[in-house]
């Protein structure tokens, strides 16, 4: 093998703009995200999706290391693939792969890749590469793909190691590749854009279509025959929510070898829990024990569909996993795609096509009367109003997922008449849902917006403000947040506010509640305390007041806790009305139905003392914001689990 990789032709792919770096200890993958079809235009190439475990290749002067995707070292498990990448004619780099065993047809099987991790017997794994992400100093993830996969080419040129593959891309019609990939039995296809940098982390400039439904599941108890001491019916699968609590989303036999069952049996006897995880466990099954675990074991399971409760429908067991962290683990969404007249250009914009009279298309939608004003004041349309829905969705959909709405309509614009809506009516809007019946009896079906094109159907129908539910579907018995609302006298200084929210937190801290503060696009800010769904409405409710009580009791001069105007004269109301079953709050990233239709947008407590007032961030300003955020500052908000106790009761003066 040649070893000019490590001379000319590394100084040959340099770019006058690239500065050698530090070499990276550990590089986080980038993920692809579901979609529902391939899109019909832009630079897109397409790879077989591969049955196995993704892995990440460092090698620094002949040292090889194999990480999994959640950083975890699996070098010395495959010492054959270890050696073979030892000599790669490189000095640094850093490889993007998967790693498979083949059937004797050529077919990637992951049983058999699970079964040569547990005999130890790897000499039949092999590496298909599919991205370089460093070579020797230089930094790639900034390169468009196809100069990546150029590169890539050339390296895997100079082995000729068996178990070193190359990941063949494909640029023919997407369709076709899904189809065949279907009837060879495969996965599916994954797609990548041809001019995107590398992004640790999941996005949209990679994307995987299947041939079925699949995906990982936490194993949060199992059951076996009522009174049998040994045994495996059926897994209990559950899914991670946003706000961290374990979700049941059914049962599925897991049909093991007795090999398999007995290392299955091993491994939960480690894991037993006396109590459940699941906020929503299942019932009792006649003729069967149910033994609860530490939501810590991960399986793959294929399935047809999700049930609008929330379960899977005819699940298939596929494998254990032990390349995946369970609190990774969460319902993946699939994205729809827009058609070619509709083509995401980038993250937050979309091409336009004119409609008749005058109309747009913007996410597939048509949006009628596009130039209608909105706001005198600024002068902003409609068409200014779904574009910035548009753009937003990706940060504003997490906060809507699942969570009914009440809408704001103004369809002649914000000084014209407004319409509150919670119902579908007569009409049906783009892209939204609705609920089940049985999850709100005896009222008409409730609204959730968990697609892009729900946004922009909802503005097209004239909606400026998203208000949505303390509670998600299925469980809206159950509230997983308490809503703070500080509605200040309008004639209080701005800096009363901000010490009026950081008192609030000051108290919330002290009674052991983490809270995460946004703008509301109005007067003031709205203070969120994430729960785990286990307090019933009327608890977290009579908490909510008891908490504002205390704050008026302790600093009666700043606070009240009573509604109407002349007791909030010089003082701020802390509004906990908004805690109640079918009570709603301005979502995240909503426009206001006011003068200058600024945003209410969440930001950290860090950066508090930096908000202006509580309208700052109009729609221009919350898109770039978004844009150039380095991290979320919710970021602990999806992670945190936390309840009400009796001590906090306690603390804040209830009696019970």
Same mark, same amino acid.
Request: contains cysteine; glycine residues 8%; proline residues 7%.
């Given at each position: 093998?040649?070893?000019?990789?490590?001379?000319?032709?590394?100084?040959?792919?340099?770019?006058?703009?690239?500065?050698?770096?530090?070499?990276?200890?550990?590089?986080?993958?980038?993920?692809?995200?579901?979609?529902?079809?391939?899109?019909?235009?832009?630079?897109?190439?397409?790879?077989?999706?591969?049955?196995?475990?993704?892995?990440?290749?460092?090698?620094?002067?002949?040292?090889?290391?194999?990480?999994?995707?959640?950083?975890?070292?699996?070098?010395?498990?495959?010492?054959?693939?270890? &050696?073979?990448?030892?000599?790669?004619?490189?000095?640094?780099?850093?490889?993007?792969?998967?790693?498979?065993?083949?059937?004797?047809?050529?077919?990637?099987?992951?049983?058999?890749?699970?079964?040569?991790?547990?005999?130890?017997?790897?000499?039949?794994?092999?590496?298909?590469?599919?991205?370089?992400?460093?070579?020797?100093?230089?930094?790639?993830?900034?390169?468009?793909?196809?100069?990546?996969?150029?590169?890539?080419? $050339?390296?895997?040129?100079?082995?000729?190691?068996?178990?070193?593959?190359?990941? !063949?891309?494909?640029?023919?019609?997407?369709?076709?590749?899904?189809?065949?990939?279907?009837?060879?039995?495969?996965?599916?296809?994954?797609?990548?854009?041809?001019?995107?940098?590398?992004?640790?982390?999941?996005?949209?400039?990679?994307?995987?279509?299947?041939?079925?439904?699949?995906?990982?599941?936490?194993?949060?108890?199992?059951?076996?025959?009522?009174?049998?001491?040994?045994?495996?019916?059926?897994?209990?699968?559950?899914?991670?929510?946003?706000?961290?609590?374990?979700?049941?989303?059914?049962?599925?036999?897991?049909?093991?070898?007795?090999?398999?069952?007995? $290392?299955?049996?091993?491994?939960?006897?480690?894991?037993?829990?006396?109590?459940?995880?699941?906020?929503?466990?299942?019932?009792?099954?006649?003729?069967?024990?149910?033994?609860?675990?530490?939501?810590?074991?991960?399986?793959?399971?294929?399935?047809?569909?999700?049930?609008?409760?929330? !379960?899977?429908?005819?699940?298939?067991?596929?494998?254990?996993?032990?390349?995946?962290?369970?609190?990774?683990?969460?319902?993946?969404?699939?994205?729809?795609?827009?058609?070619?007249?509709?083509?995401?250009?980038?993250?937050?914009?979309?091409?336009?096509?004119?409609?008749?009279?005058?109309?747009?298309?913007?996410?597939?939608?048509?949006?009628?009367?596009?130039?209608?004003?909105? &706001?005198?004041?600024?002068?902003?349309?409609?068409?200014?109003?779904?574009?910035?829905?548009?753009?937003?969705?990706?940060?504003?959909?997490?906060?809507?997922?699942?969570?009914?709405?009440?809408?704001?309509?103004?369809?002649?614009?914000?000084?014209?008449?407004?319409?509150?809506?919670?119902?579908?009516?007569?009409?049906?809007?783009?892209?939204? !849902?609705?609920?089940?019946?049985?999850?709100?009896?005896?009222?008409?079906?409730?609204?959730?917006?968990?697609?892009?094109?729900?946004?922009?159907?909802?503005?097209?129908?004239?909606?400026?403000?998203?208000?949505?539910?303390?509670?998600?579907?299925?469980?809206?018995?159950?509230? &997983?947040?308490?809503?703070?609302?500080?509605?200040?006298?309008?004639?209080?200084?701005?800096?009363?506010?901000?010490?009026?929210?950081?008192?609030?937190?000051?108290?919330?801290?002290?009674?052991?509640?983490?809270?995460?503060?946004?703008?509301?696009?109005?007067?003031?800010?709205?203070?969120?305390?994430?729960?785990?769904?286990?307090?019933?409405?009327?608890?977290?409710?009579?908490?909510?007041?008891?908490? $504002?009580?205390?704050?008026?009791?302790?600093?009666?001069?700043?606070?009240?806790?009573?509604?109407?105007?002349?007791?909030?004269?010089?003082?701020?109301?802390?509004?906990?009305?908004?805690?109640?079953?079918?009570?709603?709050?301005?979502?995240?990233?909503?426009?206001?139905?006011?003068?200058?239709?600024?945003?209410?947008?969440?930001?950290?407590?860090?950066?508090?003392?930096?908000?202006?007032?509580?309208?700052?961030?109009?729609?221009?300003?919350?898109?770039?914001?978004?844009?150039?955020?380095?991290?979320?500052?919710?970021?602990?908000?999806?992670?945190?689990?936390?309840?009400?106790?009796?001590?906090?009761?306690?603390?804040?003066?209830?009696?019970?």
């Amino acid at each position: 093998m040649s070893s000019r990789w490590n001379s000319s032709r590394t100084r040959r792919a340099r770019t006058p703009v690239d500065e050698p770096g530090t070499f990276p200890v550990l590089i986080e993958p980038q993920l692809a995200t579901l979609v529902d079809r391939a899109p019909a235009g832009g630079d897109w190439s397409y790879e077989i999706k591969f049955d196995g475990y993704r892995m990440m290749v460092r090698i620094e002067r002949g040292t090889v290391q194999i990480f999994t995707r959640n950083g975890h070292d699996w070098t010395s498990r495959m010492p054959g693939l270890t &050696d073979a990448l030892s000599v790669l004619p490189v000095e640094e780099v850093w490889l993007d792969g998967e790693v498979v065993v083949l059937d004797a047809a050529g077919r990637p099987d992951f049983n058999a890749l699970q079964n040569a991790f547990d005999r130890r017997s790897t000499a039949d794994m092999v590496l298909f590469v599919f991205d370089i992400l460093w070579l020797n100093g230089t930094d790639l993830r900034e390169h468009p793909l196809r100069v990546r996969r150029k590169l890539l080419r $050339a390296l895997m040129h100079e082995t000729d190691a068996d178990v070193l593959r190359l990941s !063949e891309d494909f640029a023919k019609d997407p369709v076709s590749l899904v189809a065949s990939a279907c009837r060879m039995k495969l996965e599916g296809i994954i797609g990548k854009r041809g001019d995107a940098p590398y992004r640790s982390g999941r996005s949209t400039e990679w994307i995987k279509l299947k041939c079925n439904l699949r995906q990982e599941f936490v194993v949060g108890g199992f059951t076996r025959t009522k009174g049998a001491r040994s045994g495996v019916h059926s897994l209990l699968l559950g899914v991670y929510e946003q706000d961290g609590s374990l979700r049941y989303a059914g049962n599925v036999k897991p049909y093991l070898s007795s090999r398999a069952a007995d $290392a299955f049996l091993r491994r939960a006897s480690t894991v037993t829990a006396r109590e459940t995880a699941f906020y929503n466990p299942p019932k009792p099954e006649k003729n069967r024990d149910c033994l609860w675990l530490e939501p810590l074991l991960v399986v793959e399971c294929s399935f047809l569909e999700w049930t609008p409760a929330g !379960e899977v429908r005819h699940p298939v067991f596929h494998a254990i996993r032990e390349d995946k962290a369970a609190g990774s683990i969460t319902e993946e969404p699939m994205i729809a795609v827009e058609s070619d007249e509709t083509v995401e250009a980038d993250a937050g914009s979309t091409r336009q096509r004119p409609g008749p009279k005058g109309a747009v298309t913007i996410g597939g939608i048509r949006i009628s009367n596009p130039e209608r004003v909105m &706001d005198e004041v600024t002068g902003h349309t409609k068409r200014d109003m779904v574009e910035y829905y548009a753009a937003i969705s990706e940060w504003a959909l997490p906060h809507l997922h699942n969570r009914p709405l009440a809408l704001v309509r103004a369809p002649n614009g914000i000084k014209g008449e407004l319409f509150f809506q919670k119902h579908s009516e007569k009409f049906q809007i783009p892209g939204v !849902e609705e609920l089940p019946a049985e999850l709100h009896p005896r009222h008409p079906p409730l609204l959730v917006a968990n697609k892009p094109e729900a946004l922009i159907g909802l503005a097209q129908m004239g909606v400026v403000e998203l208000h949505c539910w303390n509670a998600a579907a299925p469980d809206l018995e159950h509230p &997983d947040r308490i809503i703070f609302d500080l509605d200040p006298d309008p004639n209080l200084p701005w800096s009363a506010m901000l010490e009026a929210a950081e008192l609030l937190k000051v108290v919330l801290d002290e009674i052991g509640l983490r809270s995460f503060p946004k703008t509301s696009g109005g007067k003031g800010f709205h203070v969120v305390v994430p729960l785990t769904r286990r307090q019933a409405w009327s608890e977290a409710k009579e908490f909510a007041q008891a908490v $504002a009580r205390h704050m008026s009791r302790v600093v009666p001069d700043r606070f009240s806790a009573v509604l109407g105007p002349k007791n909030r004269i010089n003082r701020i109301f802390i509004d906990y009305l908004r805690n109640g079953r079918g009570a709603s709050t301005v979502a995240p990233f909503s426009v206001r139905a006011r003068s200058g239709m600024a945003v209410s947008m969440p930001v950290s407590w860090d950066e508090l003392r930096r908000v202006g007032r509580g309208d700052e961030w109009t729609m221009r300003k919350a898109i770039e914001r978004q844009r150039s955020l380095k991290f979320d500052p919710w970021e602990d908000y999806w992670r945190t689990r936390q309840g009400i106790t009796a001590a906090m009761r306690r603390a804040v003066g209830m009696k019970r």
